[in-house]
T-cell receptor, first 116, second 110 residues
Framework: NAGVTQTPKFRILKIGQSMTLQCTQD?????MYWYRQDPGMGLKLIYY???????DKGEVPNGYNVSRSTTEDFPLRLELAAPSQTSVYFC???????????????FGPGTRLTVT | GQSLEQPSEVTAVEGAIVQINCTYQ??????LSWYQQHDGGAPTFLSY????GLEETGRFSSFLSRSDSYGYLLLQELQMKDSASYFC???????????FGTGTKLQVIP
């Protein structure tokens, strides 16, 4: 299993441009998440999904959109990029099965985004 | 809303024991988990507590008191490689919303 994969690893955007951050997991997990992490800070939840076709807002959804057409993929769309969106973006998934590891989130390697 | 508070920095000596605390304020609390993150890396799962008490995994233990809205991560026999940031995270209403604490940067010194 590759786990959770994210592309691209790095990206520089100009103000006002748009892009899609890709996230794919091959573990058949129902629950998927997008976080952003600013330097020296914690992770802020942007959007999450409890299954294909179901998404909901987290703490900081403004400026972002998501879709979940398949169990495997959970892309994050940035429209009209702003310098405040400069951050590291992490995608994660949870299996949702019972047991001690039921809340274990598997993280992708992250996408480092700079908006100038 | 919900919040999880942690000390921002902790310094400890190699071979010693360190405790990292997490206090939370949230409704619909489902469980508390802990993650380690090295600089430039992704968070990795360490432990999870759904019920009150202590969970032990090797050198790491995690404790939860739901009545006190409090948990901690205990690291024993500290090694230099344990220098990292540690985050508590809680699930709200099941798996639906998993939010993270402010993070504690642990520095292990010789």
């Amino acid at each position: 299993n590759a786990g959770v994969t994210q592309t691209p690893k790095f990206r520089i955007l100009k103000i006002g441009q748009s892009m899609t951050l890709q996230c794919t997991q091959d573990m058949n997990h129902n629950y998927m998440y997008w976080y952003r992490q600013d330097p020296g800070m914690g992770l802020k939840l942007i959007y999450y999904s409890v299954g294909a076709g179901i998404t909901d807002k987290g703490e900081v959804p403004n400026g972002y959109n998501v879709s979940r057409s398949t169990t495997e993929d959970f892309p994050l769309r940035l429209e009209l990029a702003a310098p405040s969106q400069t951050s590291v973006y992490f995608c994660a998934s949870i299996s949702g099965t019972s047991g001690r590891s039921s809340l274990e989130q598997y993280f992708g390697p992250g996408t480092r985004l700079t908006v100038t | 809303g919900q919040s999880l508070e942690q000390p921002s920095e902790v310094t400890a000596v190699e071979g010693a024991i360190v405790q990292i605390n997490c206090t939370y304020q949230t409704s619909g609390f489902y469980g508390l988990s802990w993650y380690q993150q090295h600089d430039g890396g992704a968070p990795t799962f360490l432990s999870y507590n759904a019920l009150d008490g202590l969970e032990e995994t090797g050198r790491f233990s995690s404790f939860l008191s739901r009545s006190d809205s409090y948990g901690y991560l205990l690291l024993q026999e500290l090694q230099m490689k344990d220098s990292a940031s540690y985050f508590c995270a809680c699930a709200i209403g099941g798996y639906q919303k998993v939010t993270f604490g402010t993070g504690t940067k642990l520095q292990v010194i010789p």
